[in-house]
């Protein structure tokens, strides 16, 4: 089974902080993602990697940027962290090339800024 | 991206069949539909995913008609365990972009 792991499940920081939100996956998948989920919302894309230092903008990457050194690896940063950005970020991986896009995600971390 | 519609919310007792229907009008020669189911506190996993006509695995069934502009996931017999939220998703071959939507939240009353 493909595991997607993210490095914590609860994270508690300030506003202003500087935030790390590390997910590996262990399939060796090209493709890599994060989301964030709020009620009422669904999932909204923040940024995906389609390969080692590529990085696409999602639909609400403001605010946000990632890094993608090795292919198993894929980080979200917070620059500066606000009250705004309190939610559920989901991290998800898919193979390329294998017919429609299918992702495998990470059990979620729930961070709240104060 | 072709948009989905789905109810809220479902109600339904253990043991019987569940079907949530999905809208997806503006369906292109090239995309799939795609169903994935979310647990609380967990990130959604994949559940099926069809063309056409009817596609079944271990876990459900899923009927497209001809026209492809609606689809229904078919969960036979659910349990307590099945209360979940499904996404419905139009995906694209070969795209990263997948659109999840708000789902709907099916309950499980015993």
């Known amino acids: 089974d493909v595991k997607v792991t993210q490095s914590s499940r609860y994270l508690v920081k300030r506003t202003g902080e500087k935030v790390f939100l590390e997910c590996v996956q262990d399939m060796d998948h090209e493709n890599m993602f994060w989301y964030r989920q709020d009620p009422g919302l669904g999932l909204r894309l923040i940024y995906f990697s389609y390969d080692v230092k590529m990085k696409e903008k999602g639909d609400i990457p403001e605010g946000y940027s990632v890094s993608r050194e090795k292919k198993e690896r894929f980080s979200l940063i917070l620059e500066s962290a606000s009250t705004n950005q309190t939610s559920m970020y989901l991290c998800?991986?898919?193979?390329?090339?294998?017919?429609?896009?299918?992702?495998?995600f990470g059990p979620g971390t729930r961070l709240t800024v104060l | 991206l072709a948009k989905t519609t789905q109810p809220i919310s479902m109600d339904s007792y253990e043991g019987q069949e569940v079907n949530i229907t999905c809208s997806h009008n503006n369906i292109a020669t090239n995309d799939y539909i795609t169903w994935y189911q979310q647990f609380p506190s967990q990130g959604p996993r994949f559940i099926i995913q069809?063309?056409?006509t009817k596609v079944t695995n271990e876990v459900a069934s899923l009927f497209i008609p001809a026209d492809r502009k609606s689809s229904t996931l078919s969960l036979p017999r659910v349990s307590l365990s099945d209360t979940a939220v499904y996404y419905c998703l139009v995906t694209e071959t070969g795209a990263n972009n997948l659109f999840f939507g708000t789902g709907t939240r099916l309950t499980v009353i015993p």
């Open positions: 998800a991986s898919s193979l390329s090339g294998q017919g429609p896009d299918t992702q495998y």
């Open positions: 069809g063309y056409k």
